[in-house]
């Protein structure tokens, strides 16, 4: 069974660097998410794309945050300038169309130090 | 707006005990429903599911069923194994917005 694929498994960066984690969605799956689960806490949405453009965002998707499919099979979110609070797990998911279930990759631990 | 709410843990059972937690949700329309478990350390791995009132949602001997009179989805084991021990997160996705994710369960299960 196809599924959306997470890299790496665990980042750890300094406070102040630049980030960027990637995701494989569903080949033919045309929506894609990111959402963020701090430690011990609810899994959070921050940003959805479709066609090239941010779709949707959270407030916790600021100008810190960035997304991009660079190419016709990576999802990247970008965070510029890290801060101790960002750190977390970070899932992203993809979805077929609109209105249908999305389907979640296994993550990346995120360890801003 | 949409909302989920679930059951406070920890939950704390014997191994063989019978197991429910807790899941209402708000929501316009009619969403689907899902339960995520969370193993220690790992990503979210999708339990079971259900689209429409009525349906039961089973995986790994775990069940829930979509009531929409009482917007709940309770999910129940008959027997625990240690193995279960995990988080339990309750969701919906309502057609074209994002998943709302409960804050999750986390359940204990000892030999």
């Known amino acids: 069974e196809p599924e959306v694929t997470q890299t790496p498994s665990h980042q750890v960066t300094q406070m102040g660097q630049e980030v960027i984690l990637r995701c494989v969605p569903i080949?033919?799956?045309?929506?894609f998410y990111w959402y963020r689960q701090i430690l011990g806490q609810k899994v959070e949405f921050l940003v959805s794309?479709?066609?090239?453009?941010?779709?949707?965002k959270s407030e916790i998707f600021d100008d810190q945050f960035s997304v991009e499919r660079p190419d016709g099979s990576n999802f990247t979110l970008k965070i510029r300038s890290t801060k101790l609070e960002d750190s977390a797990m970070y899932f992203c998911?993809?979805?077929?169309?609109?209105?249908?279930?999305?389907?979640f990759g296994p993550g990346t631990r995120l360890t801003v130090t | 707006g949409n909302s989920v709410t679930q059951m406070e843990g920890p939950v704390t059972l014997s191994e063989e005990a019978f197991l429910t937690i807790n899941c209402t949700y708000t929501a316009t329309g009619y969403p689907s429903l899902f339960w995520y478990v969370q193993y220690p350390g790992e990503g979210l791995q999708l339990l079971l599911k259900a689209t429409k009132a009525d349906d039961k949602g089973s995986n790994k001997g775990f069940e829930a069923t979509y009531r929409k009179e009482t917007t709940s989805f309770h999910l129940e084991k008959g027997s625990v194994q240690v193995s279960d021990s995990a988080v339990y997160f309750c969701?919906?996705?309502?057609?074209?917005?994002?998943?709302?994710f409960g804050p999750g369960t986390r359940l204990s299960v000892l030999p």
């Open positions: 998911a993809s979805s077929p169309g609109s209105g249908r279930w999305q389907y």
């Open positions: 794309f479709y066609n090239n453009e941010i779709s949707e």
């Open positions: 080949s033919n799956h045309l929506y």
């Open positions: 969701a919906l996705d309502n057609y074209g917005q994002n998943f709302v």
